[in-house]
């Protein structure tokens, strides 16, 4: 199982970035996917879930309305449109993927089973 992040970079604030996640080596419709990131000296936090059929099953507050993720089932790859970037959404964000988690456990890291390497991105003002 791979799960490949990509389209991080440098942004000032008030940019749009999209994050995409190519997944391979699972049946990719029957899984669950999830945004996190994880900022230096702070721990892994969540940022956005998308369920198989690609209904959104939730964001961040910290950044509720800035955000869009979805999926394209076809292509095996998930996508987080971030707008309105700000400083402070400076982190490495990793994508994870799983066919058992519940909804109601989606914001614990702990209950992902697969994770990507991670795409870093910097936001400065």
């Known amino acids: 199982v791979q799960l490949q992040a990509s389209g991080g970079g440098l942004a000032q604030a008030g940019d749009s970035l999209r994050l995409s996640c190519v997944a391979s080596?699972?049946?990719?419709?029957?899984?669950?996917v999830a945004w996190f990131r994880q900022a230096p000296g702070k721990e892994r936090e969540f940022v956005a879930a998308?369920?198989?059929?690609?209904?959104?099953?939730g964001y961040t507050n910290s950044m509720k309305g800035r955000l869009a993720i979805s999926r394209d089932n076809a292509k095996n790859t998930v996508y987080l449109q971030m707008n309105s970037l700000k400083p402070e959404d400076s982190a490495v964000y990793y994508c994870?993927?799983?066919?058992?988690?519940?909804?109601?456990?989606?914001?614990?890291?702990?209950?992902?089973?697969?994770w990507g390497q991670g795409t870093q991105v910097t936001v400065s003002s």
């Open positions: 998308i369920d198989r059929g690609g209904g959104s099953i």
């Open positions: 080596g699972i049946t990719f419709r029957s899984y669950r």
């Open positions: 994870t993927a799983s066919s058992s988690i519940i909804i109601s456990s989606v914001r614990d890291s702990s209950m992902w089973n697969y």
